[in-house]
T-cell receptor, first 115, second 119 residues
Framework: GAGVSQSPSNKVTEKGKDVELRCDPI?????LYWYRQSLGQGLEFLIY????????KSGLPSDRFSAERTGGSVSTLTIQRTQQEDSAVYLC?????????????FGPGTRLLVL | AQKITQTQPGMFVQEKEAVTLDCTYD???????LFWYKQPSSGEMIFLIY??????QNATEGRYSLNFQKARKSANLVISASQLGDSAMYFC????????????????FGKGTHLIIQP
């Protein structure tokens, strides 16, 4: 079946603009995860959804970052007033029910460049 | 302190040789899971193998096996009979059992090892 999809694949934006990144998990997967991969910080976990709710938002880097998930499927990560340090690859993953030892399947990522 | 340490930033290996990629971890949890992912130049993270902290047998998946030494807190990935297509970044990751926040719901990744297989 189809894997995790993310859009856009690449996004170039100007500093100060808002961006929205979209993730479509594997059909039927209830758990969804966002990560960020940058040269300086490596791979960082941002936020986790079980269904539509995110129990813990403390992994988000700042209050400019927000995420939502509606209908238990698609999720959107929004970055407001982008800064150059937000440039990174944003990866989304899903797992079938969020069990702690379940495999997380990753999408191809969105490459964000803030000029 | 780093939770996942991968001490080999880069490795060159001859095709058909076996490869061991090192990973040590730090946790106070008794129950945790260890994962290895491969990231080719295309960027997608590909799951390779999983080892649970209570699993008595080392995990194996085809040419991949995990050398799990719990007392030493190490979970090295072994790739047998390496192939040119194995050239990629390899990441070791852990998920802990506690839910105290601060990222416990996600995977914690190491910095990765860049493996290059030479013909």
């Amino acid at each position: 079946g189809a894997g995790v999809s993310q859009s856009p694949s690449n996004k170039v934006t100007e500093k100060g603009k808002d961006v929205e990144l979209r993730c479509d998990p594997i059909s039927g997967h209830t758990a969804l995860y966002w990560y960020r991969q940058s040269l300086g910080q490596g791979l960082e976990f941002l936020i986790y959804f079980q269904g539509n709710s995110a129990p813990d938002k403390s992994g988000l880097p700042s209050d400019r970052f927000s995420a939502e998930r509606t209908g238990g499927s698609v999720s959107t990560l929004t970055i407001q007033r982008t800064q150059q340090e937000d440039s990174a690859v944003y990866l989304c993953a899903s797992s079938s029910s969020g069990g702690r030892w379940e495999t997380q399947y990753f999408g191809p990522g969105t490459r964000l460049l803030v000029l | 302190a780093q939770k996942i340490t991968q001490t080999q930033p880069g490795m060159f290996v001859q095709e058909k040789e076996a490869v061991t990629l090192d990973c040590t971890y730090d946790t106070s949890d008794q129950s945790y899971g260890l994962f290895w992912y491969k990231q080719p130049s295309s960027g997608e993270m590909i799951f390779l193998i999983y080892q649970g902290s209570y699993d008595e047998q080392n995990a194996t998946e085809g040419r991949y096996s995990l050398n799990f030494q719990k007392a030493r807190k190490s979970a090295n990935l072994v790739i047998s009979a390496s192939q040119l297509g194995d050239s990629a970044m390899y990441f070791c990751a852990m998920r802990e059992s506690h839910r105290s926040g601060g990222g416990a719901d996600g995977l914690t990744f190491g910095k990765g090892t860049h493996l290059i297989i030479q013909p």
